[in-house]
C-alpha cells in the first residue's frame, strides 16, 4: 500500500535523504520518497500494519529532525 504525506520543517535536501534512508531501514516499509523541493513523502508499505508503520515513521522523523511534521493527503 503506498500512502502520500505534506512534510513541514525540512531544512534542507540533505536532511530529506537522511530521512529517506532511516525510514527505508524500518521493518515493514518497502520504500520511500521524500521530495525536499515538493515537501512531500511517499511510502510504501505493508498494509495489514498500516497504523504501527506510521506510528514507527512518525518516531523516526521526531527522532532524525524533531521540527519536522507530516501529515496525511
Keep these: 500500500m503506498k500512502s502520500k504525506f505534506k512534510v513541514k520543517g525540512l531544512d534542507c535536501a540533505n536532511c530529506a535523504s537522511q530521512l529517506e534512508r532511516a525510514i527505508q531501514k524500518l521493518e515493514g516499509i518497502e520504500s520511500a520518497n ?40
Design 34 to 73: 521524500i521530495s525536499f523541493m515538493t515537501e512531500k513523502m511517499e511510502i510504501e508499505y505493508d498494509e495489514t500494519r498500516k497504523n504501527d508503520i506510521i506510528q514507527k515513521v512518525k518516531k523516526v522523523i521526531k527522532k532524525e529532525e524533531p521540527d519536522v511534521t507530516i501529515e496525511e493527503v
